[in-house]
Nanobody, 117 residues
Framework: QVQLVESGGGLVQPGGSLRLSCAAS????????MGWYRQAPGKQREMVAT???????NYADSVKGRFTISTDNAKDTVYLQMNSLKPEDTAVYYC???????????WGQGTQVTVSS
């Protein structure tokens, strides 16, 4: 089992920045990809960004150029740097871990991001 704990959410004004963190623990050797998904009220959960153990990244079109996913392997932590935030970025953000080609099996509890003036 892999445990994922997110932090860093909060309230920010449009145009502002936030950095989300996700600390992984447990059987980390069993995963080779991590990512961030989000779910806004009344909408389905959607992929925001993913990163593999080899460093390959993938972003949703809506966040390209504004968000950056990265990892600190020494700390078993994945980050999501979010810049130029928009009200439509408001959602609960979930950290996830899994295996390339087999999907994401592990999920954090989520952290709320609210972009509002």
């Amino acid at each position: 089992q892999v445990q994922l704990v997110e932090s860093g959410g909060g309230l920010v004004q449009p145009g502002g920045s936030l950095r989300l963190s996700c600390a992984a623990s447990g059987s980390i050797f069993s995963i080779n990809a991590m990512g961030w998904y989000r779910q806004a009220p009344g909408k389905q959960r959607e992929m925001v960004a993913t990163i593999t153990s080899g460093g390959a990244t993938n972003y949703a079109d809506s966040v390209k150029g504004r968000f950056t996913i990265s990892t600190d392997n020494a700390k078993d932590t994945v980050y999501l740097q979010m810049n130029s935030l928009k009200p439509e970025d408001t959602a609960v953000y979930y950290c996830t871990g899994g295996t390339v080609g087999e999907g994401f099996d592990y999920w954090g509890q989520g952290t709320q991001v609210t972009v509002s003036s």
